[in-house]
């Protein structure tokens, strides 16, 4: 078998990709909101 095409070990990953700032933070406040939106305080404080 030829080796020609292989990419196993080869390809690196897009860091532009995994890096990107802004849209963490933008997928952590918006999980923050449903988290606070489905839960109300007093539900929290209770399960403590």
Not at 26 to 33: L, P, R, T, Y
């Amino acid at each position: 078998m030829s080796t020609q095409y292989c990419k196993v070990g080869k390809t690196k990953p897009n860091l532009k990709k995994l890096l990107n700032l802004k849209a963490a933070e933008e997928k952590a406040v918006s999980f923050i909101e449903v988290i606070y939106k489905n839960k109300p305080m007093e539900d929290l404080n209770a399960v403590s």
